[in-house]
């Protein structure tokens, strides 16, 4: 078992090197230029070389790579080109905040999404069960980004039921979270709900289910006690993965709804070629959702008897 | 299926799922919270911000979004003038403008006695001390230190005063210089409140350096203790100190009581009128409080501003249309917006044209060709159609409010002619446009407006013959063609760093070409000779005779076509008063106030 | 005889899809919106930049004018017909990068195993441990933003889900008996991987495409919000950006115009493929592990959605 973890773990190092290649390759190869956009026209060629010099910059290539690697060891990536700010303080903040925006609703969808399921499987073949898939597939063929106009357009500012925008510290930022939370949940609906009906009428149709209902069983709890139960490792194994992601945050809602989370950090740092919280931010990224999936595999193994760690 | 029992575990799904539906939407209904103050006490002005300042440390930045916090914070020491128009330079920490001696290269700056830095624990006692003419000598020779600024140097302060070029040289070499170990020719104290600065040669237009945001005064002390923390800090003598700073969300400004600025006495003919000087000579900042999110999408901005929410907004082209119209010279807003809001525009410091590069083979030897396009490209309708009029078809390249613009010289551009374009592309060798290769013109942005614009000026183009095609590029790339010379057209504009003309008529001076501000690199010595006399010369109309002559002179070789000098306009709440758009202060926050009791019932629709 | 078999599936497939009614409407779907894109393709579309009017007019009966007008007085009919052809490109270009990237990685790494495999292996967990959207907008800053710029990097990086199930699928079919048979007969690796072993995995690359076209529809949209797609004007990611400042002032027709045509095919796509894949795979007709195989498509799409 330990021996496993360990293995485990060292496999993560070839991936974070891989990720690491690509990262540097894509940024200073090509992307926005730090120093012109900083600079904007007509600067000098002896301020762009100051600018290079300050940033490191002028360094060759290999050494700038070296350095990376050295950051990422330390887990310092120094400060933002843009900002000047300390990133290790700025991804900590951030990431709370992006978790406070996503992990509410990922968790209450997550539940919220299986009783959907659950009782669609429970009624399938019915009217129940076409009705709420065919609700599934339409609220999936809405862009996102429709969803994030059009509600915050009627539900806050027309019918005035949530603030329009906005973000506070601590429990206060419930009633502007509230409504980013309604769409994220309203959104993962869809997608979710059909990946769990096929997970679950596939449950029912294995043999101990058929065994369960011979016996006498009644019919829900068989749903609850067993189908629930078993249904739960490949649930498990697709929503412990997006984990890591959820500490990005989204952008879209962090843009629209001004929370000042991750994703849009990521997005601006893009646009203005800020290499320092990109190559943190990735690399942070990489590390716990290689973690994570660590994680899912204990975690299957804990719960199914059937699955051995080598 | 096998019919069930009905139990209540058959409920139960249903049941979890209203259960969660009803926690989930009930919970925020009932306690929406609303911003902008509904307390009449405080009078609070909510503004927001569209971007992430890059730096609060005055010479670290040189971008709008900081320069329009930190002009709240920190006091440069001149400012301009808040009503009058055309924008005129003020004392601010000065007693009265800097004096310049009869060598023509001296200036005698007098401080204000008695003006405080904000209370701040870098400071013994944490109570803020008097400012004095050391400050000013540490932020100047601060801001010279290339460790420290290597952003804004160049365009303020290169060759201007003596000695400090070798004094950014030196922190060139090492990095930790003692700034009070260096003397610098140029900078001498005088006593506590005087000093003198010397230029390297007659230079009229070097004062308006100083009333820029980079070279706000900053106390050492705060440097000493914060470091590269003063980035997200600020300690100066402003009208307002910073009493939260997250790096986005809500950042909020509280009032500096002992703030030593006054409202304006004198202004405009029209602001008596606007009641612009109902607070004349009073107290200054009279806001308490100024709230600013950071909001970077269109749609939260303006339902937060229609809401009340948010104080002033700009109107920008996809809202134009509805919202507002142009009666004549005159922006009105329409229905039932009227009724609710002011609308205000003002003409921006800055032109939008196309530069024509001399080192293409097609246009750079070949005038009648860039006439041709002169006369082909039709200003007026692409300002109308483009811009819902708003804007102006320039004459010069100056944009009207700034001294030596078209108001006070006498040059005509080229009208829009089809007849005359053709006939010029006939002299041109190309009847007709029979054997002119398709026009590559280069665009630094990639976004909608500049397609649509892109598809106008084709469009238009085709008629006289040309065949325009656009390349889109990002910025950096942009910067990098033009700079490199390897472009036949550019569109392109120049914003003011200062009001005066000459800071637009640099971009054709021939030692500034490319990958100088002269992007096209248009070479003509008579311009140059013109230009290097009219930057010496106090304004007045000796100078502007010589802008006319060299106005006439790009007139004639066309190393640019104009597009449109912008006229922004915004909208903003009937309880925000003493409004008036001044473009070249980095935040006019100070000399705004609020109607509370309007606002307060506005607040509550 | 495995090629019979796998004959009989796509015919069952025909079968059952032209049995149900909704299905053959979303196919007639897919089909006009195939068609418009031809049209725009060849030329034949109406000019969505000419100005039909005055900015902003709301729906009427003429046909220009069905859905309305934009800022300029261009139909909005226009711009989404224009934007339909951008849609269906885009699709389509990003699947047909996608998918063959996916089968045959997921081929090589599941038959061959070894080195080969943990290669492959290695490159789609680097890829998917990078957030899809950096790496989207990356690559197409490398190539240049635009249409081709955004479909190379969705393209490129669309890959992993569809390679990861393929990879599976060949692992378990390469030791089944018909193959090993094939390997005595003195069959070469190539040609067991094209007659033997794909065949058995083409349905997995079907039901794939399916998803990735509309996936990369809805990419489309959110990419454009961000700057790096399509910006002038003809496709629906810029008209739903532009909508962003217009439904404040109650202008609601190009939004409403817009998503309705987006709705439309991205329902179809959806139906077909759950349609697809109800026919298509034989494992989810009762098997007992069918959910396992499945479910990554679906997760893909589900983070495309939530992207």
């Known amino acids: ?109 997550l539940v919220l999404n299986i009783a959907i399921a659950m009782m669609i499987a429970y009624y399938r073949d019915t009217w129940i069960d076409r009705f709420a898939t065919a609700t599934a597939v339409i609220s999936m063929s809405f862009s996102y980004l429709v969803y994030i106009i059009a509600m915050q357009y009627f539900l806050a500012y027309e019918f005035e039921w949530f603030p329009i925008n906005g973000y506070a510290q601590g429990l206060d930022a419930i009633p502007y979270l509230a409504l980013p939370w309604l769409i994220i949940m309203l959104v993962s609906i869809g997608p979710d709900v059909r990946i769990y009906r096929t997970i679950f009428l596939n449950e029912m149709q294995t043999n101990y289910v058929r065994t369960a209902r011979a016996k006498g069983v009644s019919e829900p709890s068989v749903l609850f006690i067993h189908i629930l139960k078993n249904a739960m490792i490949p649930i498990l194994t697709f929503t412990i993965v997006a984990v890591p992601f959820l500490i990005l945050g989204s952008f879209l809602m962090e843009r629209f709804f001004s929370i000042p989370g991750l994703g849009d950090l990521m997005i601006t740092a893009i646009n203005n070629g800020d290499f320092p919280v990109l190559k943190g931010m990735t690399m942070y990224i990489t590390m716990t959702y290689a973690l994570f999936n660590l994680i899912t595999d204990l975690l299957i193994a804990a719960v199914d008897p059937r699955v051995k760690l080598n | 299926m096998a019919v069930q029992k009905v139990s209540i575990w058959r409920k139960t799904p249903q049941l979890v799922l209203s259960a969660l539906l009803i926690a989930t939407v009930a919970v925020p209904i009932g306690c929406r919270p609303r911003d902008g103050a509904g307390n009449t006490d405080v009078k609070v002005l909510d503004s927001f911000r569209a971007d992430v300042y890059r730096s609060l440390d005055p010479p670290r930045q040189f971008d709008v979004a900081s320069a329009r916090i930190i002009s709240n914070i920190y006091d440069p020491l001149l400012e301009y003038h808040y009503l009058k128009r055309p924008y005129e330079l003020t004392p601010n920490l000065l007693e009265s403008m800097p004096e310049l001696g009869a060598d023509k290269l001296t200036y005698t700056f007098n401080l204000r006695k008695g003006i405080k830095f904000h209370d701040d624990p870098c400071f013994p006692g944490g109570k803020g001390r008097e400012m004095t003419a050391d400050d000013v000598l540490y932020t100047l020779k601060r801001f010279a230190d290339v460790n420290v600024n290597p952003q804004s140097y160049p365009a303020l302060l290169q060759n201007r005063i003596k000695g400090l070029d070798d004094f950014r040289e030196k922190t060139r070499q090492q990095k930790d210089l003692d700034y009070d170990q260096e003397n610098i020719e140029g900078l001498e104290k005088i006593d506590d409140y005087s000093f003198k600065i010397v230029m390297t040669e007659p230079d009229p237009l070097l004062l308006m350096s100083f009333a820029t945001s980079p070279l706000s005064i900053v106390p050492k002390e705060a440097v000493e203790k914060y470091g590269r923390k003063l980035e997200h800090h600020g300690v100066g003598t402003g009208p307002y100190t910073l009493a939260k700073n ?7 400004l509280k009032k500096n009581p002992n703030y030593h600025g006054t409202y304006p006495t004198e202004g405009d003919p029209e602001d008596q009128g606007q009641g612009l000087l109902a607070q004349s000579g009073k107290k200054l900042p009279f806001v308490d409080e100024i709230r600013i999110p950071l909001i970077e999408e269109a749609q939260p901005r303006m339902l937060k501003f229609l809401n009340g929410e948010l ?67 039709d200003t007026p309708a692409y300002i109308d159609k483009m811009e819902n009029g708003r804007g102006h078809a320039l004459n010069t390249i100056v944009p009207l409010p700034i001294a030596g613009s078209e108001r006070s010289v006498s040059v005509k551009w080229y009208p829009p002619n089809l007849q005359q374009a053709k006939a010029k592309l006939k002299e041109a060798g190309y009847p007709d446009g029979k054997g002119l290769p398709p026009i590559v013109i280069l665009y630094g942005s990639q976004d909608n407006i500049t397609r649509q614009n892109h598809e106008f000026l084709r469009a238009q183009l085709a008629k006289s013959g040309f065949q325009l095609k656009g390349e889109f590029l990002s910025f950096s ?52 000779q013109l230009y290097q006399q009219m930057r010496r010369m106090p304004a007045g109309e000796d100078r502007n005779q010589i802008i006319e002559k060299m106005a006439l002179l790009l007139k004639e070789d066309v190393p640019v076509v104009f597009l449109k000098a912008p006229i922004s306009v915004g909208m903003r709440q009937k309880w925000l008063l003493n409004f008036k758009s001044n473009l070249m202060l980095g935040s006019s926050f100070k000399f705004l106030d609020i109607d509370t009791d309007a606002k307060a019932k506005g607040l509550k629709k | 005889m495995p090629r019979l078999h796998i004959n009989n599936l796509y015919w069952d497939a025909v079968q059952q899809l032209s049995r149900r009614k909704l299905v053959l409407v979303c196919i007639g779907i897919i089909v006009i919106y195939v068609c418009i894109a031809l049209l725009g393709i060849f030329n034949v579309l109406p000019d969505y930049q000419t100005r039909v009017s005055t900015g902003y007019e709301a729906p009427s009966l003429e046909f220009a004018k069905l859905l309305g007008t934009d800022i300029f007085g261009r139909s909005v009919l226009y711009k989404i017909l224009a934007g339909t052809k951008t849609a269906m490109l885009i699709g389509v270009l990003v699947t047909s990068i996608s998918v063959p990237i996916g089968v045959i990685l997921g081929a090589l790494a599941g038959y061959y195993g070894g080195v080969v495999d943990v290669g492959i292996v290695w490159l789609y967990t680097v890829i998917s441990s990078v957030p899809y959207i950096l790496m989207v907008i990356a690559i197409s800053y490398v190539i240049g933003k635009g249409l081709v710029a955004i479909c ?4 490129l990086l669309g890959w992993v889900g569809l390679c990861r199930l393929i990879r599976s699928e060949v692992l378990k079919t390469r030791n089944l008996e018909y193959v090993s048979a094939a390997r005595v007969i003195g069959a070469n690796d190539i040609q067991i991987i094209f007659s033997h072993i794909l065949p058995n995995v083409v349905h997995l690359a079907i039901i794939s495409a399916s998803l990735q076209i509309l996936g990369a529809i809805k990419s489309e949209v959110i990419l454009t919000f961000l700057g790096v797609g399509i910006q002038d004007g003809s496709s629906w990611g810029s008209m739903i950006s532009d909508a962003t400042g217009e439904l404040v002032q109650g202008i609601w027709w190009p939004l409403a115009g817009v998503v309705l045509a987006m709705f439309l095919i991205i329902y179809a796509l959806n139906v077909v493929s759950d349609a697809l894949r109800d026919a298509l795979d034989p494992k989810l007709r009762g098997s007992t592990e069918g959910a396992e195989g499945n479910a990554p498509l679906d997760v893909k799409a589900a983070a495309v959605q939530k992207a």
């Open chain 2, 246 to 252: 997250p790096r986005k969300g809500v950042m909020v």
């Open chain 1, 1 to 109: 078992m330990v021996g496993y973890i360990i293995r485990r773990l060292l496999y993560i190092i070839p991936t974070i090197m891989g990720v690491a290649v690509l990262v540097f390759v894509l940024f200073t190869v090509a992307g926005e230029d730090p120093v012109r956009i900083a600079l904007g026209q007509h600067a000098t060629p002896q301020a762009i070389a100051d600018l290079e010099a300050l940033w490191g910059l002028d360094q060759p290539l290999w050494k700038q790579f070296l350095d990376f690697l050295g950051q990422i060891v330390t887990f310092d990536y120094g400060e933002s080109y843009f900002t000047g700010e300390v990133l290790s303080e700025a991804f900590a903040s951030g990431a709370l905040v992006s978790l406070s925006l996503t992990l509410p609703p990922f968790v209450l969808g």
């Open chain 2, 477 to 528: 790339d942009y910067l990098g063609r033009k700079e490199g010379g390897s472009f036949q057209l550019a569109s392109g504009g120049w914003g003011a760093d200062y009001p005066d003309a000459e800071n637009f008529y640099q971009l054709f001076y021939g030692p500034n070409k490319a990958p100088g501000p002269n992007d096209g690199s248009y070479q003509n010595s008579e311009y140059d």
């Open chain 2, 311 to 377: 104080d002033a907004i700009g109107i920008d082209r996809d809202n134009f249309p509805k919202m507002a119209e142009k009666v004549g010279d005159k922006f009105k807003l329409k229905g039932k917006f009227a009724d609710q809001f002011n609308i205000s525009s003002v003409d921006a410091l800055s032109s939008f044209y196309i530069t024509i590069n001399f080192r293409d083979k097609v246009f750079g030897q070949n005038k009648a060709l860039r006439q041709a396009l002169a006369y082909a490209i």
């Open chain 3, 152 to 155: 190379l990097a969705m393209g």
